[in-house]
C-alpha cells in the first residue's frame, strides 16, 4: 500500500463542486479517506527519514512521495539517456575486460565484479558464450 503511494502519487479526498473536483475539507474525511491521508504522510515520512543532509535539502520542496522519490531517481540513476549511456560503457568495459599482467589477481577480479554488479543493478543481462 505505501509502495503504491510511491509509485502512483497520493489520492487526496476529493468531492465534487460544480461539475469540478476539489480537495474534501479534513472535516467532511471519511473513516477511509483519513487511513488513506495518513498512509501518504507516512509514505513521505519514511523517505524523508532515511535520507541524508545533502538529499534532504534536496527533495525538502517536495510536496508527496511520488515526487520525492522520482527526484531520488533523476539524482541517482539519472534520466533514462543517462541509464543507457552508463549502460552502454558498463557493456563495452564487460566486452574489453582484459587481465593486465602487471595487475594482482584480486585487484581484477574485484573489477569485473563491479562490472557485472553494476549490470546486474540496471537489471541488464550477461550472456555466456559457448
Known amino acids: 500500500?505505501?509502495?503504491?503511494?510511491?509509485?502512483d502519487g497520493p489520492t487526496i479526498p476529493m468531492k465534487i463542486v460544480r461539475e469540478t473536483q476539489v480537495p474534501k475539507e479534513r472535516h467532511d474525511w471519511s473513516?477511509?479517506?483519513?487511513?488513506?491521508?495518513?498512509?501518504?504522510?507516512?509514505?513521505?515520512?519514511?523517505?524523508?527519514?532515511?535520507?541524508?543532509?545533502?538529499?534532504?535539502?534536496?527533495v525538502s520542496s517536495c510536496d508527496n512521495?511520488?515526487?520525492?522519490?522520482d527526484k531520488l531517481?533523476?539524482?541517482?540513476?539519472?534520466?533514462?539517456?543517462?541509464?543507457?549511456?552508463?549502460?552502454?560503457?558498463?557493456?563495452l568495459n564487460y566486452e574489453n575486460f582484459k587481465i593486465d599482467l602487471n595487475e594482482d589477481v584480486k585487484a581484477m577480479f574485484n573489477w569485473f565484479?563491479?562490472?557485472?554488479?553494476?549490470?546486474?543493478?540496471?537489471?541488464e543481462v550477461?550472456?555466456?558464450?559457448s
Open 31 to 58: 473513516i477511509q479517506e483519513r487511513k488513506q491521508v495518513q498512509l501518504i504522510a507516512k509514505a513521505m515520512y519514511i523517505l524523508l527519514y532515511a535520507l541524508g543532509l545533502e538529499e534532504f535539502a534536496i
Open 65 to 69: 512521495a511520488k515526487e520525492i522519490w
Open 126 to 129: 550477461i550472456l555466456e558464450e
Open 73 to 91: 531517481e533523476v539524482v541517482h540513476e539519472g534520466t533514462n539517456e543517462v541509464k543507457e549511456t552508463k549502460i552502454s560503457l558498463l557493456n
Open 113 to 123: 565484479s563491479t562490472i557485472v554488479n553494476e549490470l546486474k543493478g540496471f537489471e
Open 1 to 7: 500500500m505505501l509502495w503504491d503511494i510511491i509509485e
